[in-house]
């Protein structure tokens, strides 16, 4: 049965397909995309789900590891740190009211003849987690691979960081660099740095990408802080 053009009736139900007003006494009508919380703080916190959300997708990424050192020597470069993994997961949020949210601390800067320190693991309650990267090798130590990446677990998808540039173990003279972080699935690796003329502010990772690799004495780049994002859909 159908009335005017608006409205069709049938044994499963009723379908509208215009109406006049505002609508705003209308209920159980998917209203899509809502709001977003974002968690960057290390350590952990609460999230809380607003009134009326009922899905929410998360993308969980763990933390980046710090760029190695160059053993205090000036043609040896350390290797870049690898970027933690992400899980992105949709849940069903009816029955949530809190979760625990972990965001992981970066893998600290070195100098000298120190490999990168690792990345640590995020999680969103026990929905997904995603582990840090692992550190670089020093630049006097052989085989100056980058550091792998970590990886999500428990998510619809789960995505490897990209793992750090390999730094070098002399042969290359003064005019090279460290290797470059990897990066995580927001971007963002460490630059590696050379002997001189190293741009400020681009050696640390940024949002679980993995800090750059040193020369000779200098500071490698820190890993950057995990990061948790929650969106939310009505």
């Not at 690799?213 to 859909?233: H, K």
Request: glycine letters at 28%; one cysteine or more.
């Amino acid at each position: 049965v159908k009335v005017g053009s608006a409205i069709s009736i049938t044994d499963g139900g009723v379908a509208a397909t215009r109406f006049y007003g505002s609508g705003a006494n209308l209920t159980s009508v998917p209203a899509g995309f809502n709001s977003m919380q974002v968690f960057t703080n290390t350590g952990t916190s609460t999230y809380t789900k607003p009134v009326g959300i009922t899905k929410i997708k998360v993308y969980v990424t763990g933390s980046g590891a710090g760029g190695a050192g160059g053993a205090n020597q000036n043609d040896d470069y350390g290797a870049g740190g690898g970027a933690g993994g992400t899980a992105i997961k949709v849940i069903d949020a009816t029955s949530i009211n809190t979760e625990t949210v972990t965001v992981a601390t970066g893998g600290a800067s070195v100098s000298g003849s120190a490999h990168g320190n690792n990345g640590a693991t995020s999680s969103f309650g026990s929905h997904c987690t995603a582990t840090g990267g692992s550190g670089g090798r020093h630049g006097n130590a052989g085989q100056v691979r980058g550091g792998p990446g970590g990886v999500g677990s428990g998510g619809d998808i789960n995505l490897f960081g990209q793992s750090g540039d390999g730094g070098h173990d002399g042969g290359t003279g003064t005019h090279s660099s460290g290797g470059t972080g990897g990066a995580s699935f927001w971007g963002g690796g460490g630059l590696g740095l050379a002997n001189s003329n190293n741009p400020s502010g681009n050696l640390n990772g940024q949002h679980g990408s993995g800090g750059g690799g040193a020369p000779n004495n200098l500071s490698s780049g820190a890993g950057g802080n995990g990061i948790v994002v929650v969106e939310e859909y009505k």
